[in-house]
């Protein structure tokens, strides 16, 4: 019998549950007694062999790596472990892995699992950022590239499950400290400690972490009135102006999880904790200049002056994730059982303060801006799930799952502007200096804060949900075959007087099935599933919200109905030696009902040139693509010490909007990882590198156009060990000084899109440092 509670930076989870634990690992490799896969301290802090991918024994596609595959090269989180998998891809920050994109897809269309349960997110999109989850928490991590009846049906892209450490997986406990340096000169902690021990009847597990975060990026934007499209002189003949911003981001992450499991002959128990905090803050302080290059005073001091605005922007953040959950798990004459039960609850706070001075008029204004966000989401579940030996090696499976969700947003703001020659210094006027000043010295404080046009409001999410699947194995081949069936009721309130009140419900039946069959050293999987993706939050608030498509004014649509996707994967993989693996796979999607920003035609906020857009049910699209992966020693070529490790992914789509063909939107067209380590047993040492490269990424919504290119991000290792239980390394990561450009094309109206005349066309290039860390573990 086992209880889980997990609790998660930007999402939360508690669980219940009684049968099979991670149901997506559940056959990966066979069950191990009660303590046979229980790993001491000393085997997890000192490492002795390289480790490589996992065969899994699922029916399902899946590739499994445990946690030794990623940490010789410390990932400080899980998003950043799973830049070494294969199909990741990520449209973050530079050195920030957050919104997992899968298969090149938008994090929405990617299930998140935490210990094989669905975790709720903060994200409007329902998805969930990876950047929050430590990953000295991991044991191993699952890629499971289709769809069963036994999860839930949110997996259009696939799955990722990351599996935790539980009581039975560490005999001891070891410290961890380090620190982290960046190319500013900031310094940040990273200190840990895990506990695995027998307790009475079971085993407790505890740890605790404190992460200190820290991003220093630099951005330049330059801006013109027309491209190169129509003029090969744009950047002399249409300059604009220029932008030089600094992006701080700087904060620490703590966290701390418990689990106590009992594992007897027929039942088991386990009861879990996870809690997590944030604290963050990021600044930004952007200048905007009227020429190409030079930072001088305002342009109201006189010749030479070319500073235009002064902006500074600052967001402080505090996150509170915690979650309590409880599983059970029984074998009886009948069958086995499991039942889960779970609570979760995830509250952001957010208080964000921009203030701006503005030179490039008669009279220099300051505008300020105020902007505090609080979300709640509250989330229960429970599943009960029941097994029966069917004979011949057959098992049917069955069961229902129930999930309420709570969600509620309150955003308010406050605005002014009045700050003019009579009240500001005339420093502003005459001798203003950038570098001196700054404009939140000059900003008074607030009047009363007022919800913004459908920042208040609730959203209540009703899923019942019943399964059954058949599976077995007969010779070679391991199958599996099921439906499932969810329903979904949806009600939705602006809470602002006379606020409207929207309900809405659907329902799907869900079948899919995946089969693998031995060859010999080799093995095919066949697969195919039904699958959806379930609108955004604010893409159905029954609300008219200003400026949030750019400039563009975004009216929800209550009555959106989730996307559909047909799918199938086809993957041949192939064992080397003893440990390695080489495998490649191909995909395909047919989506239906996509959800597309259209334009309505009336007039946004702003005025001329803006519009109000609202999501609607249009149109289909396909996702299709193969992989490739390898994992294995050198032994075959006399260098049983060296590892090496890489993927490949060829990822495309077509999808028709009102402009013509494009991919889905931020899908790269190719995504490679190439690496390998090198043991020296003798000296108790190792070292190794890890390369990674992804494709532009192509974004066109009504008005704008984005194309976003990475550049390659190189990490190294070297590793030093000391007897049975002290590991020292050293890492250096972003090596190559990453960077992020971003072409954007930005148009009035859809005639001026079609046409290609432009509002505004700006180059953006946003780079970071190389991080370099010393991190040691000590096990006792």
Avoid: C
Avoid at 513 to 536: F, H, N
Wanted: proline fraction near 3%.
């Amino acid at each position: 019998m086992k209880l889980i509670l997990t609790s998660l930076a930007g999402a939360s989870i508690a669980t219940i549950a009684l049968a099979t634990a991670t149901p997506a690992a559940a056959q990966t490799e066979a069950a191990p007694a009660a303590d046979e896969g229980i790993e001491t301290a000393e085997e997890i802090v000192v490492k002795g062999t390289i480790a490589y991918r996992n065969r899994s024994e699922a029916a399902e596609p899946e590739l499994v790596y445990d946690q030794d595959f990623f940490q010789r090269f410390e990932p400080l989180t899980a998003g950043d472990a799973l830049k070494r998998v294969p199909s990741v891809t990520f449209l973050s920050d530079v050195i920030e892995s957050d919104g997992a994109r899968l298969r090149g897809l938008d994090p929405g269309y990617t299930q998140i699992l935490i210990n094989g349960d669905k975790v709720p997110g903060s994200n409007a999109d329902r998805s969930f950022f990876l950047d929050r989850i430590p990953a000295e928490l991991i044991k191993q991590v699952e890629i499971v590239r289709s769809s069963s009846a036994r999860r839930t049906g949110d997996a259009v892209a696939g799955t990722l499950n990351i599996v935790l450490r539980d009581g039975y997986q560490l005999d001891g406990g070891y410290i961890r400290g380090g620190a982290l340096y960046f190319d500013d000169g900031k310094v940040k902690p990273s200190i840990g400690a895990v506990l695995g021990t027998k307790l009475g009847a079971g085993r407790l597990l505890i740890g605790a972490n404190l992460q200190g975060r820290h991003n220093p990026k630099s951005k330049f934007s330059l801006r013109y009135g027309d491209s190169p499209e129509n003029n090969p002189n744009y950047a002399t003949d249409d300059f604009d102006n220029r932008e030089d911003q600094s992006d701080i981001r700087d904060g620490t992450d703590y966290s701390f999880n418990a689990n106590y499991s009992i594992d007897g002959e027929t039942t088991d128990f386990e009861l879990s904790a996870f809690w997590v905090h944030t604290d963050r803050v990021e600044d930004e302080r952007s200048f905007e200049y009227n020429t190409a290059t030079g930072s001088r005073g305002s342009v109201r001091n006189g010749s030479g002056g070319n500073l235009l605005t002064d902006n500074a922007n600052v967001n402080s953040i505090l996150q509170y994730n915690y979650s309590l959950a409880g599983k059970l798990e029984h074998e009886w004459a009948a069958g086995e059982t499991e039942l889960k039960v779970a609570f979760a609850k995830f509250i952001d706070n957010q208080y964000e303060t921009e203030n701006e001075i503005d030179f490039d008029r008669s009279t220099p204004r300051l505008t300020q801006d105020l902007s505090d966000t609080r979300i709640v989401d509250r989330e229960f579940s429970a599943g009960l799930d029941h097994k029966i030996e069917a004979g011949s090696g057959i098992d049917i499976v069955f069961g229902a799952f129930y999930q309420k969700k709570d969600r509620d947003t309150l955003i308010r703001d406050n605005r002014q502007v009045a700050r003019q020659r009579s009240s500001l210094p005339t420093t502003l006027h005459t001798g203003y200096s950038q570098f001196d000043g700054n404009p939140d010295s000059f900003a008074l404080p607030y009047t009363a804060l007022n919800a913004v046009p459908g920042g208040f409001n609730e959203i209540k999410e009703e899923r019942k949900d019943a399964f059954a699947l058949v599976e077995g194995k007969s010779g070679a081949i391991t199958w599996e075959a099921g439906l499932r069936y969810e329903t979904t009721d949806v009600t939705i309130r602006n809470l602002a007087p006379g606020g409207l009140t929207v309900d809405n419900d659907y329902q799907h039946l869900l079948p899919s099935a995946s089969a693998k069959i031995e060859l010999g050293d080799g093995r095919i999987t066949v697969s195919g599933a039904r699958t959806v993706r379930r609108p955004r939050f604010d893409y159905i608030a029954p609300v008219t919200l200003l400026g949030e498509v750019g400039d563009n004014d975004l009216r929800g649509n209550p009555l959106l109905e989730p996307e559909k996707a047909w799918g199938a994967d086809l993957g041949y993989e192939h064992r080397l030696g003893r440990t390695g693996v080489i495998g490649v796979n191909v995909f395909y999607r047919s989506v239906k009902d996509l959800v597309e920003l259209t334009n309505t035609g009336v007039t946004g906020s702003d005025g001329a040139g803006t519009f109000v857009l609202t999501p609607r049910n249009t149109g289909d699209g396909n996702v299709y693509g193969i992989e490739f992966d390898v994992s294995t020693s050198l032994s075959f070529l006399g260098l049983p010490d060296t590892g090496i490790f890489g993927n490949f992914s060829l990822l495309d789509s077509d999808i028709r909007d009102e402009f013509g063909d494009r991919r889905f939107n931020g899908q790269s067209n190719y995504v490679y990882n190439v690496g390998f380590i090198q043991d020296i047993p003798s000296f108790g040492a190792a070292f190794g590198a890890t390369y990674r490269k992804q494709a532009s990424a192509y974004d066109r919504i009504v008005s704008e156009e984005v194309t976003t290119t990475y550049g390659a991000d190189l990490e190294i290792f070297i590793e030093k060990r000391f007897g049975k239980s002290f590991t020292i390394r050293a890492v250096g990561s972003n090596l190559l000084d990453g960077s992020k450009d971003e072409v954007f094309n930005k148009f009035n109206t859809i005639g001026e899109q079609n046409a290609r005349v432009f509002d505004e066309y700006e180059l953006e290039t946003e780079t970071a440092g190389p991080v370099f860390q010393i991190m040691a573990r000590l096990a006792f």
